[in-house]
C-alpha cells in the first residue's frame, strides 16, 4: 500500500478489490470470440471463429450523460451501465452491424468497490442483452477531478456486418415505410432539459410518486437494447435504413438514415407515448416540436423496409417482445413532417 498515494486521495487496495468484484460480472459476458485475458493490458478477441466472408468491422463509442445526475442523486448505479452499453451497440446496429465485444470506462473521485461493481454489473446486464463480451476496461480514481459519489462512465464497443450488407441510405426509396420501436422512456438523452425542468424550475422530488413507481425510477429506467430483435429481423427480411433515435430527437436522427432528397412522414398518434413526455412538456411548457427536437418520444430505434415486408417484420419483432408499430413511410420531400 501506498500511503503517500493515498494521502493524496487515490486508494489501490480499493482499486484492487475493484477489480475482484467485477471479474465475475465479466464471465457472464462471454460469447464466442471472447479470449481468457482479462486483467492483460489490452482486451482480446478472436474474430475468426465467426467465419464471416468479408468483414467490415462497425465501431460506437458513448457515455451517459447527465442522466448520472439523477444516479447520484437516487444512490442507484446498477443502471446506468447498462444506459453506457446500449448508447454504443444501438449505434453500431443501425449499420446492420452484430456488436462482439465492449470496453469501458469509469472516472470515479473516491473508489468505492461496492458502486463500481454496481455500474460493472450494469455494463455487463446490458452486454448479455446484447451478446457482446466485455473483454476489458478501465477505472481511474481522480479525487482532484470528481466530487467524492460521483463519476462518468463512457463506453467503446466493436461490431462486424458482412460488406455487402452493410445498411446505408442508398438502399431507402420513397414509399418504404417506417418501422417503429418503441422506447424504454426517456432513455439517455435530453437529461440536463429534464433536469432544469424538476429541479431548477420546479424543485420536485425524485421520490414523487409516478404511474406505479417513482419519478426517479422511472427517470432511471435503463435504454433499451435492441440488438437481438434487430438482428432477428435483418435475418429474415431486407432492411433498407435503421435509426438510433438519441440526442436530436426525430429531428436529427431519423434523416441519418435516408438519402438527402428524400424525407420521412410521420403518422402522430400511431405509437404510444409514454407518461413521462406529456408530464415534463406540460410542466416545462415547450412546444411539441422542440419535444421531437430532443426526445425519443417513445420510439427508440426505426426499421425502413418495403412496404410487402412490413407484417413480417412486424410479426418477428412482436416474436422478439417488441412492441413495434408502423408509423410512417418515405417521401421525397426532404425532412421529417408529421400527419
Known amino acids: 500500500m501506498s500511503q503517500h498515494y493515498n494521502d493524496a486521495g487515490v486508494n489501490l487496495e480499493a482499486g484492487y478489490e475493484s477489480v475482484r468484484r467485477i471479474k465475475s460480472h465479466t464471465e457472464r459476458t462471454r460469447n464466442l470470440g471472447m479470449m481468457a485475458n482479462i486483467g492483460s493490458f489490452g482486451g482480446l478477441f478472436d474474430l475468426s471463429l465467426y467465419k464471416i466472408k468479408d468483414p467490415v468491422l462497425v465501431s460506437g463509442t458513448d457515455g451517459v450523460g447527465t442522466k448520472l445526475k439523477v444516479a447520484f442523486m437516487m444512490d442507484t448505479h446498477d443502471t ?5 452499453v446500449a448508447m454504443c451497440v444501438n449505434d453500431i446496429l443501425a449499420q446492420g452491424a452484430l456488436p462482439l465485444y465492449f470496453l469501458d470506462y469509469i472516472a470515479i473521485g473516491k473508489n468505492k468497490p461496492e458502486v463500481v461493481e454496481a ?11 446484447a451478446g457482446c463480451a466485455l473483454i476489458g476496461g478501465e477505472t481511474a480514481e481522480m479525487p482532484d477531478m470528481y466530487q467524492d459519489g460521483e463519476y462518468d462512465i463512457a463506453g ?7 460488406k455487402s450488407q452493410l445498411i ?3 438502399k431507402v426509396k420513397a414509399g418504404q415505410v417506417v418501422i417503429g420501436l418503441a422506447s424504454s422512456g426517456v432513455h439517455s438523452n435530453g437529461f440536463s432539459l429534464v433536469r432544469k425542468i424538476l429541479f431548477k424550475d420546479h424543485h420536485i422530488s425524485l421520490n414523487e410518486p409516478f404511474e406505479d413507481s417513482t419519478l426517479g425510477k422511472t427517470l ?3 435504454t433499451k437494447i435492441y440488438v437481438k430483435s434487430v438482428m432477428a429481423v435483418l435475418k429474415e427480411i431486407p432492411v433498407s435504413g435503421i435509426a438510433h433515435i438519441t440526442g436530436g430527437g426525430f429531428i436529427e ?10 424525407g420521412l412522414l410521420i403518422k402522430k398518434g400511431s405509437w404510444k ?3 413521462i413526455f406529456p408530464y415534463l412538456q406540460n410542466l416545462g411548457k415547450i412546444q ?3 419535444m421531437y427536437n430532443v426526445f425519443n418520444m417513445g420510439i427508440g430505434m426505426i426499421l425502413i423496409v418495403d412496404q410487402k415486408d412490413s407484417e413480417k417484420a412486424l410479426s418477428i419483432l412482436k416474436e422478439q417482445g417488441e412492441i413495434a408499430s408502423l408509423i410512417g413511410e418515405v417521401s421525397n420531400t426532404p425532412g421529417v413532417l408529421f400527419q
Not at 80 to 84: Q, R, T
Open 168 to 170: 446505408n441510405p442508398s
Open 253 to 262: 436522427n431519423m434523416p441519418r438514415c435516408i438519402q438527402e432528397t428524400q
Open 288 to 290: 411539441e416540436e422542440e
Open 220 to 222: 432511471l429506467t435503463p
Open 273 to 275: 407515448i409514454p407518461t
Open 156 to 162: 467503446f464497443a466493436v461490431g462486424v456486418a458482412e
Open 80 to 84: 446506468v451501465g447498462i444506459d453506457a
Open 119 to 129: 455500474l460493472v454489473k450494469g455494463v455487463a446486464d446490458g452486454c448479455v442483452q
